[in-house]
């Protein structure tokens, strides 16, 4: 048995990593045979409208009603809210059918603009980098010995732990990036009541935290991985729209925390594919 031991001030946190195959999701990069790098649904995608949110049966921001090409009006799980008006009032979307479904017979996971596909489901990001571990897509987290998703440490539950091919472990937390302005996609985005105010606490905590972990443990690797989800995207940079979480993110990369990029483009029937790793910008 082997262990992390992190120590905190009076806080003790052990990271225990026990190697048995049967807790472990070995990799085998012989599972996926096609170029597709993930598809993301388990059933047909189908192509609607937006026509309100919230939907007029439930005031939730997160279901929407749309109206799909069929004809059919439906109710929709809207896991990425709005999205900063990619999946608003007539927004063009794709959605996949829930399996079991309550209330909501659908869940939206892309959206439509200027013929590009963008990927705003927010879990989907996760899918995806676990695929580009275990298939060697990143060029510094190749030949992974473990890989484990969502462990707790601190205050924050982050996406990944594992231990590299140098026998080092690394933390690493996943953020999703559909929006682009101009060729640049940024992060992050979204509503806030006060222009001074964070736009995402939990961003913050995360890129904080793997700061922490990496001042008090500096042989662990903490890494930041922004996925872009959209094809017509040339560059990627931390948004200027939030200074509080700008200054964090540059502080992290120069105390040891990682920062990384993977674009994907997605088609219309549900398939990313990975393009290329990008340089992370202020």
């Known amino acids: 048995m082997s262990a992390i031991f992190l120590s905190f001030g009076e806080i003790d946190i052990y990271i225990i990593l026990i190697f048995y195959p049967r807790y472990y999701d070995k990799i085998d990069s012989s599972y996926f045979l096609s170029l597709c790098l993930m598809e993301c649904f388990s059933k047909e995608v189908v192509k609607g409208k937006v026509i309100k949110r919230p939907s007029k049966h439930c005031k939730s921001p997160y279901v929407a009603d749309v109206l799909l090409d069929d004809g059919r009006e439906i109710i929709s799980h809207a896991p990425s809210l709005g999205c900063s008006g990619l999946c608003e009032k007539d927004s063009i979307v794709y959605l996949s059918q829930l399996e079991k479904p309550k209330q909501c017979s659908h869940v939206i996971h892309l959206s439509e603009i200027n013929n590009t596909i963008i990927c705003i489901h927010p879990k989907n990001g996760e899918k995806i980098v676990e695929h580009c571990l275990k298939n060697n897509y990143i060029t510094t987290l190749k030949d992974l010995k473990v890989i484990r998703r969502e462990k707790k440490i601190l205050n924050s539950r982050f996406d990944f732990l594992g231990i590299d ?17 101009d060729g640049v996609s940024y992060f992050p985005e979204g509503y806030r009541k006060k222009k001074t105010d ?45 200074k509080i979480y700008k200054d964090a993110v540059f502080e992290a990369k120069n105390k040891g925390v990682e920062l990384l990029a993977i674009q994907i483009n997605w088609t219309k029937d549900g398939k990313g594919y990975f393009i290329n790793e990008m340089n992370v910008e202020f």
């Open 165 to 181: 091919k140098n026998n080092q472990y690394f933390i690493l937390e996943v953020k999703n990036v559909p929006l682009c302005k």
């Open 198 to 242: 964070v736009i995402s606490p939990r961003a913050l905590k995360h890129i904080q935290e793997l700061q922490e972990i990496k001042f008090h443990c500096n042989d662990v690797r903490t890494i930041m991985c922004f996925v872009v989800q959209r094809s017509d995207s040339k560059t990627f940079k931390i948004s200027d729209n939030d």
